[in-house]
């Protein structure tokens, strides 16, 4: 596709429920990042994909979330057991190369997803 | 722990001024971005700077990345209304693949 897509775009789920985040990268990246980003601050990191396998997952805030890439495409954020404290916009990004030093490693973002634990 | 940090967090300009966003980093980087974010929306890459001295231009806004002093501006000239928005600089950690954001700057335009 032309950009990076997310779906769904808004997401309101109840507490303690599970919930799947789907991002579908620009085609030919094999660098994926989810970020999230709560109201008034800025994109903070999550997790990053190279290819299939989670190359850095060490934002992930707890056992409750987890991602998956298995295909080394579109990618899924899952969350279980919500809470309210999970309410933000989570963003996908995708580069061509990525690491240090590397040329084409301009991120670009979708949309988001608007998850809302009520 | 890579640290980010913009000022101004918030700026009201009149049009036709000239301003500068600023973006310092705490520790030794190789590649610094500029993004902007509309209300609502996702973010828009601006500008790729991956080396000293780097200065980069698209029509009233500049950046420039100084990795000695670990600093990054983002110049606004001659502000016209349409450039009101969320500016966020993004670090990137070395020997990670990770991108530490800043704040954002949210400007304001007046007209």
């Known amino acids: 596709g032309a950009g990076v897509s997310q779906t769904p775009s808004n997401k309101v789920t109840e507490k303690g429920k599970y919930v799947e985040l789907r991002c579908d990268p620009i085609?030919?990246?094999?660098?994926l990042y989810w970020y999230r980003q709560s109201l008034g601050q800025g994109p903070e990191f999550l997790i990053y994909?190279?290819?299939?396998?989670?190359?850095?997952d060490s934002g992930l805030p707890n056992d409750r979330f987890f991602a998956v890439r298995p295909e080394g495409s579109v990618s899924t954020l899952k969350i279980q057991r919500t809470e309210r404290g999970d309410s933000a916009v989570y963003l996908c990004a995708s580069s061509l190369r990525s690491g240090t030093g590397a040329l084409n490693t301009e991120a670009f973002f979708g949309q988001g997803t608007r998850l809302t634990v009520v | 722990e890579l640290k980010v940090e913009q000022n101004p967090l918030f700026l009201s300009m009149q049009e036709g001024k000239n301003y500068t966003i600023y973006c310092n980093y705490s520790?030794?980087?190789?590649?610094l971005y500029w993004y902007r974010q509309d209300p609502g929306k996702s973010l828009e890459s601006l500008f790729v700077l991956l080396s000293n001295g780097a200065v980069k231009q698209e029509g009233r806004l500049m950046a420039s990345l100084d990795t000695k002093a670990r600093l990054s501006t983002l110049h606004i000239t001659a502000a016209v209304h349409d450039l009101s928005a969320t500016y966020f600089c993004?670090?990137?950690?070395?020997?990670?693949?990770?991108?530490?954001f800043g704040t954002g700057t949210r400007l304001k335009v007046l007209a």
């Open positions: 993004a670090v990137g950690d070395s020997g990670t693949y990770k991108y530490i």
């Open positions: 520790t030794t980087s190789d590649r």
């Open positions: 994909f190279q290819g299939t396998g989670a190359a850095d």
């Open positions: 085609s030919g990246h094999t660098a």
